[in-house]
C-alpha cells in the first residue's frame, strides 16, 4: 500500500523560507496533496499538484514535484510567524479514494 | 455551508463507558472518513463511507469500535467499552469524488476524546 513520510520538524526565521519535504510510495498517484493543521483545529487544504506538472506556485507558496524520485516538496517564501503549524503531505491509493497522509512536519516559526 | 460539524468538540469519559462520536459532513458529499489523531501514530484512516456503504474498515482497531451512517448526513463512531489507549483527537472529514481534485478532503473540527 501506499506509504508517506515526511520529517517530524522544522524551524525557521521569520521571513526566512520554509522547505517541507514528503516521499511517497504509489507512483500512480494523480493529485497530492498538503494540508495544513492549526493547533487545535482540523487539517485545512492547503494547495495540491496534478501528476503532470513539475511546479505550481500559489502566492508564497510554491509545490515542486519529483515524479521519478517520488519526492514532493512545499516551499514557503517570507515565512510568517501565523505559519507555525503542522503541514501533511497526502496521496491517494491506488485504486481507491483513501488518502494516505504523512506524519506532519510541525513548522515552527521564530521571531 | 457550516463545513463539516462533529459532537461533541470535548468528552471525557471513564474506562468502560461508552462513547459515541459524532458527524454531519457537508451536504452534497458522498464520501466520509473517519480519522484518528496520536502524538504516537499520527493520523490514522479508520472507516470510511462511499453514499452511505462502509468501503473500507481496515483500520478500525478492534471490535470495540463501530461506525455507522445511516444516512447522507450523518454518521457515528462507536468505541465500547472505551479505553485509556483510545484517548485521542477524533476527526470526521468528507469529500466529493467529482470536487476533490481541487476542494480535497474537508475536515470538522475533531473530538478530543479523554479516557480516564
Known amino acids: 500500500g501506499e506509504d508517506v513520510e515526511q520529517s517530524l520538524f522544522l524551524s525557521v526565521r521569520e521571513g526566512d523560507s520554509s522547505v517541507i519535504n514528503c516521499t511517497y510510495t504509489d507512483s500512480s498517484s494523480t493529485y497530492l496533496y498538503w494540508y495544513k493543521q492549526e493547533p487545535g483545529a482540523g487539517l485545512q487544504l492547503l494547495t495540491y499538484?496534478?501528476?503532470?506538472?513539475d511546479m505550481k506556485q500559489d502566492q508564497r507558496l510554491t509545490v515542486l514535484l519529483n515524479k521519478k524520485d517520488k519526492h514532493l516538496s512545499l516551499r514557503i517564501a517570507d515565512t510568517q510567524t501565523g505559519d507555525s503549524a503542522i503541514y501533511f503531505c497526502a496521496a491517494p491509493t491506488s485504486g481507491t479514494y483513501k488518502y494516505i497522509f504523512g506524519t506532519g512536519t510541525r513548522l515552527k516559526v521564530l521571531a | 455551508d457550516a463545513g463539516v460539524i462533529q459532537s461533541p468538540r470535548h468528552e471525557v469519559t471513564e474506562m468502560g463507558q461508552e462513547v459515541t462520536l459524532r458527524c454531519k459532513p457537508i451536504s452534497g458529499h458522498d464520501y466520509l472518513f473517519w480519522y484518528r489523531q496520536t502524538m504516537m501514530r499520527g493520523l490514522e484512516l479508520l472507516i470510511y463511507f462511499n453514499n452511505n456503504v462502509p468501503i473500507d474498515d481496515s483500520g478500525m482497531p478492534e471490535d470495540r469500535f463501530s461506525a455507522k451512517m445511516p444516512n447522507a448526513s450523518f454518521s457515528t463512531l462507536k468505541i465500547q467499552p472505551s479505553e485509556p489507549r483510545d484517548s485521542a483527537v477524533y476527526f470526521c472529514?468528507?469529500?466529493?469524488?467529482?470536487?476533490?481534485?481541487?476542494?480535497?478532503?474537508?475536515f470538522g473540527s475533531g473530538t478530543r476524546l479523554t479516557v480516564v
Open positions: 472529514a468528507s469529500s466529493s469524488l467529482v470536487l476533490d481534485r481541487v476542494y480535497g478532503y474537508t
Open positions: 499538484i496534478f501528476s503532470n506538472m
